[in-house]
């Protein structure tokens, strides 16, 4: 289980562990990663040393986006493979236990993002996904670079 949850810091792990019921730890774990997690950095820094600029988490838009680009109108998710249940990656390994409860978890999310998705683009939103598996050194930079054709 603590593979799953790789990105996290080596001095996280330990103190959230054993002390916590599954619950109360998958919701601190959600804080955690709900901002600034390493791919999503990746990616910002990545647009800035492009020229791009951009909102971070903006709250009034639907699933409160990663990153906006205003003047592309142009917004981009930076989903962890098992948060946002990235069905056949390699990354979304379910938990040995409470196996069930994990995958209804990560299916609220994403049938979440799903929606999310559906209202951005109504609303002339261009919707960017980037999984975290595309981020791995392997392959990140011809993500990268596909990203910036994918916003102009
Ligand atoms: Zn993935």
């Known amino acids: 289980m603590l593979q799953t949850f790789y990105y996290l810091s080596a001095t996280q792990i330990p103190a959230m562990a054993d002390v916590h019921e599954p ?3 998958s919701y601190n774990m959600s804080r955690i990663k709900s901002t600034d997690t390493k791919p999503e950095l990746l990616v910002r820094k990545f647009l800035f040393k492009n020229g791009f600029r951009y909102r971070l988490h903006v709250k009034n838009l ?3 986006p990663d990153i906006v680009l205003p003047k ?3 917004v981009i998710f930076v ?3 098992f948060w946002h ?11 040995k236990t ?3 409860w994990w995958l209804q978890k990560v299916k609220d999310t994403s049938l979440r993002d ?6 951005l683009q109504v609303h002339g939103w261009k919707v960017i996904l980037v999984w975290e598996c595309e981020i791995k050194p392997t392959n ?5 670079s596909n990203l910036i054709s994918e916003i102009r």
């Open 85 to 95: 249940y990235h069905k056949g990656c390699r990354y979304f390994v379910l938990p």
């Open 62 to 64: 639907p699933g409160k």
């Open 114 to 119: 799903k929606a999310a998705e559906i209202a």
């Open 79 to 81: 989903n962890g493979c």
């Open 140 to 144: 990140r930079d011809n993500t990268l």
């Open 23 to 25: 619950e109360v730890r």
């Open 98 to 100: 409470r196996t069930e």
């Open 72 to 74: 592309y109108k142009t």
